[in-house]
C-alpha cells in the first residue's frame, strides 16, 4: 500500500513555545492512531532566532525527513524567511496576517487572529495551546484526548493555568473549522499500543535497562539531554548522576565506578569526547569496561552546537592510544536505541572493553513512535565473580578475557594498573609478559557474537545502499519510494567491528551506494580498509542537516537510470 504522508512545520523564535506544541501533538497523533514522526532544526541561542520542527503524519510507519512542506505554522514575523525554498503553491501557511504575508510565496495563505484571541485566554503565552487546536481538528484527532493531554500536562501549574489552555485550544478548533481545509489520512490502531517517544529517552530506556546505575558527564549539547533524563530517573532507578568538573573526571569517575561493580557510562559530544581519550586508553590496558554515548554534532572545533552530522567515527574508532579492541555501535530506530544501549552494557561487561554509542542531534531530538518492548525478555548478566586467594586480574585466558572481581568480594587481591602488568596486576617491563598481554588483550573479540547487518528491500539486490546510524529512515523511505526491484538497503547497527557477514553482503551487489552524514565517508574509510571494499558512488551531506527523502530519491535515482 502506498504511503500516505503529511509535512506540517512550525516555525517561531527559541522561547515561544514549539516544544510544547511538538510534544502535545506528537502524544495526540499517536493516541489517535496516526504513525508520526518530527524533525527539529535548532539555533545556537535560547531566545530569538528561528527554530522550525517538521512533523510528519504518516499511514505507515515514518522516520525521515522530508522537504517538502504541506502546512507551515508561521509563529513569528520572520518565520518564512528560512523557508521560502521549501514552500510550493500547495503549501498551506498559516498564522497571523502580518506574519504570513511578509514574503511572496506563491502558497495558499489562511490568517488568524491569534493575538486577538489571546487577549481573551489572558496571556499570549497560551498561542502555542491554539494551534494544538489548529492541527488537532484540520487533521481529525480525538478531542476528547487532547483535552485530556492538555490537562494532564499543565495540571501541575494550577486549575487557571489548565482552564487557559483549555480555552485557547477551542480558540485554534474553532479557526481550523471556519477553513476549507481539511486533511484525510488512513489511521493504524495498532499505533494507539505504541509509545511516543524522544530519541535521547530511548538512549536512556536502554542504558537503565541495561542496569546503568552510575552517570558521569559534563553537559554539551547535545549529549546533555540523555544526562537529564537519567537524572530525572536517579530516585526511581537507583542511578547515582554527576555532573562533573570536565570531561576527564567524567571518564575516570565511570572507569572508577566498574572498578567498584558499578556499571557505568558517560554521555558526551565531540568536543567532549576529545578530552577523555586518554581515559579510554586507561580502559584499554585495565580491561575495565566502559559505555560511552557520543552525541554527534558537526565538528572541528566549536562547529555547530545544535546541528547534526555523523562526523566522529573516527574520532571513536581511533580514540587512544596504543592497541585494544572496542566496539561501537549506531542505532537508526527508536528500537535501536533502545535494545543496542541496553547490549551496550552487556558487552562492555561481558568482553572488559569500551562500547561506544553513536547517536547525533537529528536522532536525540527528534521524536517519534515505537513498538512497545517486553524488557523480560532482555538478558542481563553480572559478570563480577568473588575472588579466592589465588586469583590473578589478568590471567592469561585462551579467550583473552579474565575473570572480572572487585575489590572487597572475595579472599583475592585485585591489583589493576596503567603501566604493563603481569597476570597479578604488578608492573612489569618483561618483552615476552607484554607480548602475552597484548596477545590476550586483542583476541577478547574473537569469541565476540556480531549484530549482523539488516538488508531491507529486494533479496536478489544488483543495486546496494550501505548506511548506518540515524540515515536508517530516510534511506529506508527513499527505496521504498523508488520501488526498484533490484536495489536493496543494508543497515549496520554494529558499525564496529565490521560483522562478519559484511562481505558476503557487499559482494552480493553489482553497484554499491554509500550514504553518510559527513564530509569524508568515515564508514566507507573503514570497509576499504578492513575489507579491500571500494564504494561506487558516494552520497555526502556535511551543512549541519540530515538527509532528506527527496534527496536520495534523486541521487540513487540518478545511479538507476
Not at 144 to 168: H, M, P, Q, T
Not at 400 to 416: D, F, L, N, T
Request: charged share 25%; with cysteine; glycine share 8%.
Amino acid at each position: 500500500m502506498e504511503r500516505q504522508s503529511y509535512s506540517i512545520v512550525l516555525s517561531g523564535e527559541a522561547g515561544q513555545g514549539l516544544q510544547t506544541i511538538e510534544s502535545l501533538v506528537i502524544s495526540l497523533l499517536q493516541k489517535s492512531g496516526y504513525h508520526a514522526f518530527i524533525a527539529k532544526e535548532l539555533m545556537s541561542r535560547v531566545r530569538g532566532g528561528n527554530n522550525t520542527s517538521e512533523i510528519r503524519i504518516s499511514s505507515s510507519r515514518v522516520q525521515a525527513f522530508v522537504d517538502r512542506i504541506d502546512v507551515l505554522i508561521v509563529l513569528s514575523k520572520d518565520g518564512l524567511d528560512r523557508l521560502l525554498d521549501r514552500i510550493d503553491e500547495k503549501t498551506l501557511i498559516i498564522g497571523e496576517k502580518d506574519y504570513i504575508q511578509a514574503r511572496k510565496t506563491g502558497a495558499r495563505l489562511y490568517p488568524v487572529n491569534v493575538k486577538e484571541q489571546m487577549q481573551k485566554v489572558g496571556s499570549q503565552i497560551y498561542a502555542n495551546t491554539f494551534f494544538v487546536g489548529v492541527l488537532s481538528t484540520l487533521f481529525s484527532c480525538e478531542e476528547e484526548i487532547a483535552r485530556s493531554l492538555l490537562s494532564d500536562r499543565f495540571s501541575s501549574k494550577g486549575e487557571s493555568v489548565v482552564e487557559n489552555n483549555l480555552k485557547a485550544f477551542d480558540f485554534g478548533k474553532e479557526a481550523a473549522k471556519k477553513s476549507d481545509y481539511h486533511f484525510s489520512i488512513q489511521r493504524d490502531v495498532s499505533v494507539t499500543k505504541m509509545k511516543a517517544i524522544k530519541g535521547f529517552e530511548t538512549i536512556g530506556i536502554g542504558a537503565l535497562s541495561g542496569g546503568c546505575n552510575f552517570v558521569a558527564s559534563y553537559p554539551m549539547s547535545p549529549s546533555t539531554s540523555v544526562l537529564v533524563y537519567l537524572a530525572s530517573h536517579e530516585r526511581s532507578h537507583s542511578v547515582l548522576v554527576e555532573q562533573a568538573e570536565d570531561e576527564i573526571a567524567a571518564i575516570n569517575m565511570a572507569l572508577g565506578a566498574w572498578y567498584a561493580g558499578a556499571r557505568a557510562m558517560v554521555t558526551t559530544s565531540g568536543g567532549g569526547f576529545a578530552l577523555m581519550t586518554e581515559g579510554i586508553s586507561l580502559s584499554g590496558i585495565t580491561e575495565t569496561p566502559v559505555v560511552v554515548h557520543l552525541a554527534q554534532r558537526p565538528g572541528p572545533g566549536t562547529g555547530l552546537p545544535t546541528r547534526t552530522e555523523q562526523g566522529d567515527l573516527n574520532l571513536a574508532l581511533y580514540a587512544g592510544h596504543g592497541d585494544f579492541p572496542r566496539v561501537i555501535l549506531a542505532p537508526g530506530t527508536w528500537e535501536d536505541g533502545v535494545l543496542l544501549s541496553h547490549q551496550a552494557f552487556e558487552i562492555a561487561d561481558a568482553y572488559q572493553v569500551p562500547v561506544f554509542i553513536l547517536t547525533d542531534q537529528y536522532y536525540l531530538d527528534g521524536e517519534g513512535v515505537m513498538e512497545k518492548i517486553d524488557f523480560s525478555k532482555l538478558e542481563r548478566t553480572n559478570h563480577v565473580i568473588e575472588s579466592d586467594a589465588s586469583y590473578k586480574r589478568y590471567k592469561i585466558t585462551d579467550s583473552g578475557i579474565s575473570e572480572r572481581a572487585i575489590p572487597g568480594q572475595g579472599k583475592g587481591y585485585v591489583c589493576v594498573d596503567s603501566d604493563e602488568h603481569t597476570e597479578e596486576g604488578r608492573i612489569t617491563e618483561s618483552a615476552a609478559v607484554r607480548q602475552a598481554m597484548m596477545d590476550k588483550r586483542m583476541r577478547k573479540l574473537s569469541a565476540y557474537k556480531d549484530i549482523e547487518p539488516r538488508v531491507i528491500g529486494a533479496k536478489h539486490y544488483t543495486t546496494l545502499v550501505v548506511g548506518w546510524g540515524s540515515t536508517y529512515g530516510a534511506i529506508e523511505e527513499a527505496i521504498a519510494t523508488l520501488d526498484d526491484e533490484g536495489v536493496a538497503f543494508a543497515f549496520f547497527p554494529q558499525v564496529y567491528p565490521l560483522p562478519s557477514g559484511t562481505r558476503e553482503i557487499l559482494e552480493k551487489a553489482e553497484h554499491l551506494i554509500l550514504v553518510e552524514n559527513n564530509a569524508s565517508a568515515q564508514f566507507g574509510q573503514l570497509i576499504r580498509r578492513d575489507l579491500g571494499i571500494i564504494f561506487d558512488t558516494t552520497i555526502l551531506k556535511y551543512n549541519g542537516s540530515p538527509f532528506s527523502v527527496e534527496q536520495l530519491v534523486e541521487r540513487i535515482g540518478e545511479v538507476l537510470a
